[in-house]
């Protein structure tokens, strides 16, 4: 799974949630396919390698993915049935903030069919919806 080497800090405050368009990493830039967000959230680094795992096991290792969103952004929760208060939970997961427009996934070196079809098997295992774009 994907998680930054080192932080500054632990634990960070949580941002404001804006529904702004991507204003980078909106194109395909590497392969000829990309997986791309069509609306806004946030993505783990769990979500990540199930949809990685997905498009490599659907075209049997060929061709070339990338992944072109990390998650480095560290979300905390607390204990089940903990009382309030007590200060800021434990770390939990590193999640990916994307947002609409976003390529999430590249692929290149396979046909559109095979590829697409991992995009759509990959876009399942996310938990935003995406949709298979070309490079133009």
């Not at 500054?8 to 204003?23: A, D, G, I, L, M």
């Not at 791309?36 to 498009?55: D, L, P």
Request: proline residues 7%.
């Amino acid at each position: 799974m994907l998680t930054p080497r080192r932080t500054k800090y632990r634990k960070q405050f949580r941002p404001k949630t804006v529904e702004k368009p991507s204003r980078g990493g909106n194109y395909v830039a590497f392969g000829e396919f990309g997986l791309k967000a069509m609306n806004s959230g946030n993505v783990s680094s769990r979500q990540i390698e199930a949809g990685r795992k997905a498009m490599t096991h659907f075209t049997k290792r060929g061709g070339r993915i990338w992944i072109r969103i990390f998650p480095d952004r560290p979300t905390t929760r607390k204990p089940p049935e903990t009382r309030m208060g007590g200060g800021k939970g434990d770390l939990h997961e590193y999640v990916a903030p994307v947002q609409t427009g976003r390529i999430i996934f590249e692929m290149g070196g396979i046909p559109e069919t095979i590829a697409r079809e991992a995009m759509r098997l990959a876009a399942n295992k996310l938990p935003i919806k995406c949709r298979v774009v070309e490079r133009k």
